[in-house]
């Protein structure tokens, strides 16, 4: 009985901490053709993301939050997404995105976009570089 409690103590917590969801599109590649963010209380925001983003694009969707390190489990603050974009051998441009939210400012956020773009292609360096796609406050 006791475990019972806990583990509906811990999905109670899952349905109703706050939540920024990022997911992105990618085409066969790899290369990223397409994001979303969308905010809400519970992981139940990630499904609305993606649902979202199929609407627009096609290709492979993927979740790229539910990392406390990257901010996404922040009640309310800054958000950034930065994108990567260099040139393949094929001659085409392979895309990636990061984006981290932070409670105090803009370049925290950006510092954690930068973690969760890296988490996610391994093979970006800073030669590489990145811009900021978008930014904004949520609460």
Known sequence: MRLLKLFSE???FFDTAPHVAFVVAKSSN???IGWQIAWG???KINTKARKNLKKKVSGKVIFQSAHEEHGH???RGFWVVIKSKRNLSSNSDFISYGMGADT???QNAEEKALL???HYDSDWNESHGYTISKK???H
């Open 73 to 75: 489990f922040s009640p």
């Open 41 to 43: 209380k519970g992981v």
């Open 116 to 118: 969760n773009l890296r």
């Open 10 to 12: 811990k999905r109670s």
């Open 30 to 32: 790899g290369s990223t």
């Open 104 to 106: 105090g400012s803009y």
């Open 136 to 138: 904004g406050v949520f």
